[in-house]
């Protein structure tokens, strides 16, 4: 991996102007989370460009990678270069001989979507794919939901200072916070956690997932592809990743807050 993979940063501080109920005007210096256009390229193959916090780029990839089936294994992922460019940052991603023939099937169906929107039948198959069941596991306590939400914020460092980000935590089947990553996307935080976990070769061992965001549909097929048994998220869901939850056995929670959360009664 190059240089600037490991230099990349979360936050800056810029100088704002505090108006007060009385009229009064004050300068005061805030952090700001980082935000960058990111240009993903497989096999040298342009993929997609995301906004992002340009950290823990490597994680991003190889979680990327899973959540858009292009490997299964963190060892299908030959190198990671990270290159600076006048718009943002550009993210090489190298993969195995064995997943070139995937990548160039994908590409070509993310040109047709990117080129008319999601128009005709295959693309539609292309946009809801099937998702394999995940592996079954016990249900978390209830208690330890109700900790880990407890206990997230000392693990959200970047959101803490800035007030900007979302997080996505890998939590234990006692409520403990294992792992976070945090990023100004919910779909990125997430397949940064994946990516992590998946590099580190941690699993979910009858733990769960914790989002600091509303439950959509990519949300639920990340966490079914990474084989996470139950799902838990702040804020909403869709009736797509209700719907997507329930084909792939994922136990789905959400609106889960300090005095409460809401249980879907017919996922596992």
């Known amino acids: 991996m190059t240089q600037e993979l490991a230099e990349t940063g979360r936050s800056v501080v810029e100088t704002l102007v505090c108006v007060r109920a ?5 300068a005061v210096e805030r952090p700001v989370a980082l935000e960058r256009p990111l240009a993903i390229e497989f096999n040298g193959l342009g993929y997609a460009v995301v906004m992002a916090t340009p950290a823990d780029l490597a994680d991003f ?23 600076p460019a006048d718009a943002g940052l550009v993210l090489r991603v190298t993969l195995a001989p064995s997943r070139a023939a995937a990548v160039v099937e994908r590409v ?21 794919r099937p998702l394999r069941r995940v592996p079954t596991a016990p249900a978390p306590a209830e208690t330890a939901i109700f900790a880990a939400l407890e206990a997230l914020r000392d693990h959200q460092p970047l959101n803490r200072a800035t007030g900007a980000v979302h997080a996505a935590a ?3 089947a006692v409520g403990a916070v294992r792992l976070v990553r945090e990023d100004v996307g919910r779909h990125t935080a997430f397949d940064k956690l994946i ?16 989002l600091s965001s509303r439950c959509s549909y990519e949300l639920v097929e990340k966490a079914a592809l990474a084989d996470c048994p139950t799902l838990v998220t702040i804020s909403a869901p869709t009736s797509l990743a209700i719907a997507r939850a329930r084909d792939a056995g994922l136990r789905l929670i959400v609106l889960a807050r300090s005095d409460a959360m809401l249980l879907l009664p017919d996922t596992p």
Do not use: P, Y
């Not at 009385?22 to 004050?26: A, E, F, I, K």
């Not at 008319?116 to 946009?127: K, P, R, S, V």
């Open 22 to 26: 009385d009229g009064s005007r004050v």
């Open 61 to 83: 990839a190889t979680g990327f990678a899973l959540s858009e089936r292009l490997i299964g294994r963190a060892d299908e992922i030959v190198d990671i270069d990270c290159h």
């Open 108 to 128: 070509r169906h993310r040109v047709s979507e990117s080129s008319c929107g999601l128009c005709g039948i295959e693309n539609l198959e292309q946009a809801i």
């Open 170 to 172: 890998l939590v234990s």
């Open 195 to 210: 990516g992590a976990m998946l590099r580190k070769g941690l699993r979910w061992e009858g733990g769960f997932a914790l």
